[in-house]
């Protein structure tokens, strides 16, 4: 199995990319009215899971050479794109709702650090499971169990980081360091998985250039719409809870 040079560069940078949108659609999240932060979430979950890290695994996937052609199972790589995504907005969910005053306590934190994490590394293995490949595939377990307790450690710092960080140049120091977790936490899967292939098997026919194309329009198009997102809100948004808080307590004291 050949993963290159450009591969993990490529992926990496898919990793910072989606990360920054979602720490910046995080920061929304903490400024924005009740009405709205749900939304942000939704938005910062799709930056994370959608683009930090499906669209890195599947970056690194497709240019991992396997040693035969591989063709991927579209609704199993959709199914895998769906659960990046839901684990992801419950982990932000979770440290939002039991959080105090802005503070994040541990308990929520870890919580939610677990069932991202253990989402995250359920998404990489059911990606793994849409390859179809003429070989027999196996694992080795504790590099298996090893990329948990990344993923596991790499969720909850992502957590943290979504609850502690603003500021653009904040963002991308923290950003990059979710990228080296979230790349770190793919690798290390990848070389947890081994191959015996049957040369004697018909061969498969792939279909990994159209899921680049895809990749890539979809991923930019998702990302030109979060960025435009962005742009057009403030990260101070007057809408905030606090502002809003305050509204109501001057509106009571004038009908006074």
Not at 4 to 13: D, E, K, M, N
Not at 217 to 228: D, Y
């Amino acid at each position: 199995m050949e993963m290159g040079t450009l591969t993990p560069i490529a992926a990496y940078v898919v990793a910072v990319l989606g990360s920054v949108l979602g720490l910046l659609s995080a920061e929304r999240a903490r400024n924005a009215s009740r009405t709205t932060r749900n939304w942000w979430i939704g938005v910062a979950a799709v930056s994370i899971g959608g683009l930090g890290i499906w669209g890195m695994h599947f970056t690194a996937m497709l240019g991992t050479w396997m040693g035969a052609n591989v063709s991927y199972d579209i609704p199993i790589t959709l199914l895998s794109m769906l659960v990046a995504i839901v684990v992801v907005a419950a982990g932000l969910f979770l440290v939002r709702r039991y959080g105090v005053n802005g503070d994040t306590r541990f308990l929520p934190l870890a919580l939610g650090g677990l069932v991202t994490g253990l989402g995250v590394a359920a998404m990489h293995y059911t990606g793994m499971a849409a390859i179809v490949i003429n070989a027999d595939v196996s694992y080795n377990i504790g590099l298996v169990a090893l990329s948990v307790v990344i993923a596991v450690v790499a969720s909850t710092v992502a957590l943290w980081f979504t609850r502690k960080v603003s500021g653009f140049a904040a963002v991308i120091g923290a950003a990059l360091v979710m990228g080296v977790a979230v790349t770190g936490m793919h690798y290390t899967g990848m070389y947890a998985m081994s191959m015996a292939h049957d040369h004697s098997a018909s061969i498969v026919v792939g279909n990994s250039q159209e899921l680049i194309t895809s990749l890539i329009i979809g991923g930019a198009g998702v990302s030109v719409i979060i960025i435009f997102l962005l742009a057009l809100t403030s990260s101070d948004d007057e809408g905030s809870e606090e502002a809003e808080l305050l509204a109501r307590v001057m509106r009571r004291t004038s009908e006074r």
